[in-house]
């Protein structure tokens, strides 16, 4: 170990006294990082004695005794008044730099940096966004998100719609996105994640992830990582090529999809749709996704009827008029938002 550098593992033999004066040195140096302040925390809960012994320094300087806080662990009742401990530590720095104390004070009690966003889009329009860690979200129509970033984990909720995901690698942080009853935690990758109203569909692009159960309506401040050496029931890893359906109470279906089937399932990021040999009801049901108009056929008989064709989502009437040309129909409006396609006689 180079002997300039102050910072010692918070793992020594050193007497209790050592290792308050290691966390002296530490703060010294200017390390203290998040980790660091966590393992503080761990270090002043671990022992009933650490406390104490710095507790009784802290007759020495009593320059503001009315600043009280307290380091809280949210995983734990317990809690360590952080004044007895900072008392003694900021001593030698009290004379010299009380402003530069106070402020170093007030860092070091703040609790970890959280940072919270929304993201939504409405029918018809999609939208790019790009997190501070480097990892970019595309997020469809008629969809919404909120984020919640911390020093530990990065956490998306997917309330509605459809998302695909480009993870910025960050083996401290997992990337995980919650959605309905599913947690899909990334392994290096890029993925879609579609809550449809009957179920919901993860595809793999890149990479590989993991998907979970969790209990419906769960917080995400409560959503831990998933272990990735362990399997527990309705547990599955999609890799890439690969894609799951699942419903609320079903278990997770696993598919394999060429790369043809890929780039139609990704063809909205280029404002586009393309069926191949689809029938038309599903492909009626995908393109009312993205109007403010719904479709909708009169005759059941013509839902079976196979559909190819790439549509232009910006161009919804050329869309209707080559469904009328390809299948001898005819489109009447009903009312403001309904357009209904008949066969014609």
Do not use: C
């Amino acid at each position: 170990m180079n002997a300039n550098n102050k910072v010692i593992s918070l793992h020594t033999t050193n007497s209790i006294d050592d290792e308050a004066s290691i966390w002296l040195v530490r703060l010294d140096n200017g390390n203290l990082s998040n980790q660091s302040r966590k393992e503080l925390k761990a270090w002043l809960l671990a022992d009933k004695r650490h406390p104490a012994a710095l507790n009784a320094m802290a007759d020495v300087w009593d320059g503001i005794d009315e600043v009280l806080i307290n380091i809280s662990d949210e995983k734990t009742s317990a809690k360590v008044s952080l004044w007895p401990v900072i008392k003694p530590i900021f001593k030698p720095f009290a004379l010299a730099a009380s402003v530069s104390f106070v402020a170093i004070f007030i860092w070091f009690a703040m609790p970890e940096n959280i940072q919270r966003n929304s993201y939504a889009t409405l029918i018809g329009q999609q939208m790019d966004a790009t997190f501070d860690d480097g990892s970019i979200i595309h997020l469809n129509t008629n969809s919404r998100i909120e984020t919640e970033f911390t020093d530990d984990k990065r956490v998306i909720k997917l309330i509605k719609g459809e998302a695909l995901f480009e993870v910025a690698h960050d083996p401290s942080r997992p990337f995980i996105v919650y959605a309905g009853n599913r947690l899909v935690q990334a392994i290096g990758t890029k993925f879609v994640v579609h809550l449809a109203p009957e179920n919901i569909q993860v595809t793999v692009t890149d990479g590989k992830v993991k998907m979970s159960k969790v209990a419906l309506n769960t917080e995400l401040a409560d959503i831990k990582e998933l272990n990735n050496l362990a399997m527990q029931k309705d547990d599955v890893y999609i890799a890439k090529g690969e894609k799951v359906i699942v419903g609320s109470n079903q278990a997770p279906k696993l598919t394999h999809i060429n790369p043809d089937s890929i780039e139609r399932e990704l063809s909205w990021l280029d404002g586009k749709l393309i069926f191949d040999n689809e029938e038309l009801f599903d492909v009626i049901e995908e393109i009312n996704r993205y109007l403010d108009i719904q479709i909708v056929l009169k005759d059941p008989s013509l839902h079976n009827i196979p559909i190819s064709g790439r549509f232009d989502l910006k161009d919804s009437e050329a869309l209707i008029e080559a469904i009328e040309l390809s299948f001898n129909m005819t489109s009447q409006q009903l009312g403001s938002n309904k357009i209904l396609l008949t066969k014609k006689i």
